[in-house]
């Protein structure tokens, strides 16, 4: 048999073209490389990548207009929500998105962030939150969890002193501009598939101009945590995800059945185990 020769059928699997070839700076086991892919692939079966406009952050995913093959905007830090309304608002039949890390979106960008989604924009949001500040340094971010160590909280994070992590997410799930918000990871296949299924959802609602849609993922960072990628994924199951609970919070403009007001309002410390 020549093994030259693929038939389409027997296809598994091909690179997206959205993606370009530049080789990606993020360390090895990061989520970020993931997400990327997955964005791309999603701008790719809609048929959308002529019409797509994204915009960079400050943080990890700086670069990201080197390795996504459509048109971007760099923002200054935090601003990415402001940037991404201006352009939809002068391009309402663009699909716009922003991508952006923990610190940039929920730190610095905390104001741009809820505007936008109280406003209703209708862009899309991909907020990747691992937690701590994974470019500058690994310094607590408003994500990093009560207990939880990083270069500024060497002892671990103190409500007394640093206040309780901040649950954007659900923040924005109570506000009346948001139409789509969910939380997922990227940390297994069946989890890719999820949160390759609820990105392609929010890039599909921009066509119903019901509102804003936001998709976080929950992620490792097994450099500003000092662990391996493996020892970081399983981190990550134990603490992050009690604290920061996958799945959908908000769909159709309605809440979740089943979401009670704990989840979307912190009463109760979040602790690592």
Request: aromatic share 8%.
């Amino acid at each position: 048999m020549n093994s030259d020769i693929v038939k389409p059928e027997n296809l598994v699997y091909s690179r997206t073209k959205v993606l370009t070839d530049a080789t990606m700076h993020y360390c090895p086991g990061c989520g970020h490389g993931t997400t990327h892919r997955i964005v791309a692939e999603v701008i790719e079966e809609l048929g959308i990548q002529d019409q797509t406009v994204g915009v960079a952050p400050v943080g990890c995913s700086v670069l990201a207009y080197n390795y996504f093959d459509v048109d971007f905007q760099e923002a200054a830090h935090g601003r990415a929500p402001a940037l991404a309304t201006a352009v939809k608002r002068l391009n309402p039949n663009l699909f716009v998105f922003t991508y952006q890390g923990d610190g940039d979106l929920a730190a610095i960008g905390t104001a741009e962030t809820i505007h936008a989604a109280n406003r209703g924009e209708n862009i899309t949001m991909v907020f990747v939150n691992n937690g701590i500040y994974g470019m500058t340094g690994g310094q607590m971010a408003p994500t990093t969890l009560v207990g939880m160590k990083s270069a500024t909280t060497p002892y671990g994070r103190n409500v007394e002193l640093n206040g309780y992590p901040l649950r954007l997410t659900e923040i924005l799930a109570t506000l009346p501009g948001t139409y789509f918000v969910t939380r997922q990871s990227v940390h297994t296949p069946a989890a890719v598939r999820k949160a390759k299924k609820a990105i392609k959802q929010a890039f599909e609602n921009q066509k119903l101009k019901k509102g804003l849609s936001f998709v976080e993922i929950v992620s490792n960072c097994n450099s500003g945590w000092k662990m391996t990628p493996v020892q970081a994924n399983k981190w990550m199951e134990e603490n992050m995800f009690p604290n920061y609970p996958i799945g959908d919070i908000k769909v159709e403009g309605k809440l979740v059945e089943g979401i009670g007001l704990d989840r979307l309002v912190v009463s109760s410390p979040l602790t690592i185990k």
